[in-house]
């Protein structure tokens, strides 16, 4: 070793420290797009992964730190006089929203920022979140009708209304997992939905189950309605992320429009 040290001059000794440092700069700036991508999938504003980005790499050692995220894609550039400019861009994409993973996430964020973890104990806590168990799929069928009959009962329903909706809501979730597992675009899942939704309302009507079919929807058509869309595009423009949330809003008037023509067109043809 000593024999090809004494053939290594320092220039290349710099030079060989420099690409060491980038390459380890780069399994760090790599671990940061992981959660980036994770808060943005898990419904987190643009403006607040940008924010969280930025800090992490700048925790990490990184002199300077540019991000530009929008909904399907985040790209970082890095900055530091020991492995000079890197940049990664990670496409993001199949949000499933949860707000319990995002607190997670914004926890970690602040600990690697106050106690400058290392790679390892990034990966492992990144990792831990990851793996965190969700509601059971009977928890969330429970969830469903809940909500489902809640808002028929809100809106003026009557308490059979109320149970015919809770029912269709369950129904409406085991067509969603269905439809999860083909990896189907968002829109043709809120069409697949509210036609079955509508359909279902209509059916549990004339069978006697319900009493008036517009009570039934308005129950399930608030589970599919992209209230978190709505507003973190609202947040994103109002903190000068206009593009990400102009994005955002048109994504979420659409699939409510496309929502609303389901029902109208079950209603329509029955």
């Not at 991508?37 to 643009?46: N, Y």
């Not at 926890?107 to 400058?116: M, V």
């Not at 978190?228 to 994504?251: H, K, P, Q, V, Y």
Request: some cysteine; charged content about 15%.
């Amino acid at each position: 070793m000593e024999t090809i040290n004494q053939w290594i001059s320092p220039e290349d000794a710099r030079h060989l420290e420099r690409l060491a440092e980038a390459e380890r700069a780069n399994e760090y700036l790599y671990r940061v797009l992981d959660i980036g991508q994770t808060m943005l999938q898990s419904g987190a504003e643009v403006s607040r992964v940008e924010d969280s980005i930025r800090r992490l790499c700048v925790s990490f050692g990184a002199e300077r730190a540019d991000v530009f995220a929008i909904t399907s894609n985040i790209t970082v550039t890095i900055y530091s006089n020991s492995f000079g400019a890197l940049t990664q861009t990670r496409r993001v994409g199949g949000q499933q929203y949860d707000l319990h993973r995002l607190e997670l996430l914004n926890l970690l964020c602040r600990r690697i920022c106050a106690e400058h973890l290392s790679l390892e104990g990034t990966e492992r806590a990144l990792d831990a979140i990851q793996s965190e168990p969700q509601y059971s799929f009977g928890v969330q069928l429970f969830t469903y009708a809940l909500i489902s009959s809640s808002f028929s009962l809100f809106f003026g329903g009557s308490a059979r209304d109320a149970v015919a909706s809770g029912i269709v809501g369950i129904v409406l979730k085991c067509l969603d997992m269905l439809i999860r597992r083909t990896q189907a675009n968002a829109f043709l899942s809120a069409l697949l939905c509210s036609c079955l939704g509508g359909l279902l309302a209509a059916l549990a009507v004339r069978t006697g189950l319900g009493d008036n079919v517009d009570m039934i929807s308005i129950g399930n058509i608030m589970l599919l309605i992209p209230g978190i869309a709505l507003t973190n595009s609202l947040r994103d423009m109002f903190s000068g992320n206009t593009i990400s949330g102009m994005m955002r809003f048109i994504e979420a008037i659409l699939l409510a429009l496309v929502i609303a023509c389901g029902f109208a067109l079950v209603a329509g043809l029955l």
